[in-house]
Every structure is written in C-alpha cells, then in structure tokens.
C-alpha cells in the first residue's frame, strides 16, 4: 500500500478542510456517536490534543481541563480551528500551534492528558507519534484516543481492506490501522479498550506507567 508523507497530509487537509465538519459529523453520527463526547470528557490538567483539525473537541472542554494545546500540520485545518477560537470565546484556555504530532515541540512530562481522536489512522509514522505522546505526558498521564480500526467481521474487515487504497490515496487515511499496537510498543499500559460499530469503533485509554 502507498505510503503517506507529511506533504501528503497537509495536500489533503488543506484541499478538504472547508468540508470536513460536514463531513466529519455523517460519519460520527453513523459509526461514532458520542465518542468525541466520550474521549474529551476524560480529559483532565493541562491537555495536548494531538491533530487537533478544524478544532471541533475545543468547544467541548469543561473545567477538569485546565489547559489545552492544540497541535495541527495543516495551515488551513489549523486556521479554520482559530476561528472557532475566536467565535467561541476559548481563547483563554486554548492555544494553537502548527507542529507535527510525530515531532512536538513541547518539553517531557508536561502534559496529564494527551488527546489524539480520529488522527492515529492519518498521522504518517504512528509509532513516533506514540512515542511523543508517551514523552510528553507526565507519569500517570494519559493518553485518549477514540479512532476507527479494522472491524470484527472478517468480511467487513475485507471490505474495508478493499477500498482503503482509495482512502489512503484520496483522504490520507488507513481504514484499517489499530492504534493498540503502537501504544504498547511506546510504553503504554492500555487500561480499557471499548469498540462498537462492529468493532470499528474504538475508544482507548492508556496510561504513562
Ligand atoms: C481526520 S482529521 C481529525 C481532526 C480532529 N482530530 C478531529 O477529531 O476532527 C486528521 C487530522 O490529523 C492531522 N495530522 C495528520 N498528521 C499530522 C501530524 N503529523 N501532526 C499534526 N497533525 C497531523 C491532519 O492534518 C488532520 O487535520
């Protein structure tokens, strides 16, 4: 299967960023319902969202989190989650920067929780992305992800192999990455894995032992 850049990334962003939120949420209201509710709502401390796109979590922080830093390749993913900033009023808890979740610039051990949804299957080295998760995050952190991964059902399964070319080639995403291994092979101790839509939907807590 192709292999995705960064270049790749940003191409695709930038091209499909006006349409994402509308896009975004039929697929949210079909395979993950609540799961943005769900991974924000264990949030805790100072937060790093990981990918953070057109920013739709940032309204949905509530006081457990003190602080969040929201981090994103692509310029105009990055500048439609400033406007939301700026529409919603948080910007006195929330802080944007262009940056690379494989690369992040932000020191060890400063973050309680890292929050990564739906941004595993896109982000082009996982691995070194987990790995700054694991880094950032202070001992006993955690790292919440909600994603999609490759169904229960083997001939789901199948079908979702069959057509992730097309994925991968046009939205740069890997229909069928499962983000558990990479967590693990970065140090995580998973705590609780719940997956839904016939196995598609994955919702992921991991802690930084
Ligand atoms: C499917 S979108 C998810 C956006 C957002 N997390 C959400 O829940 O709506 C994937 C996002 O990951 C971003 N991305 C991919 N690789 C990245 C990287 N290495 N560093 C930062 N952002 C990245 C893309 O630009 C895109 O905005």
Known sequence: MRVTTDADVRRVFDRIA??????????????????????????????????VGTGLNLPLYDAATTTVVGIELSERMLDLARRRVARDGLGARVELR????????????IADTVLSTFTMCTIPDPAAAAREAYRVLRPGG????????????????????????????????YLTRDPRPYLE????????????ARGVSFRVLAVRP
């Open 18 to 51: 006006d349409r994402y939120d509308d896009q975004m949420r039929v697929w949210e209201r079909r395979l993950f319902p609540g799961s943005r509710e769900w991974a924000v709502g264990q949030a805790r401390g100072h937060v790093v969202e990981i990918a």
């Open 98 to 109: 262009q940056g690379d979740a494989q690369r992040l610039d932000l020191p060890d051990g």
């Open 142 to 173: 955690r790292f919440v992800l909600a994603e999609h991964g490759p169904a229960g059902n083997p001939i789901l399964r199948a079908g979702m192999r069959l057509v992730e070319p097309l994925f991968v080639r046009f939205e740069a995403d």
């Open 185 to 196: 092979r970065a140090g995580f101790e998973i705590e609780s894995v719940t997956r839904a």
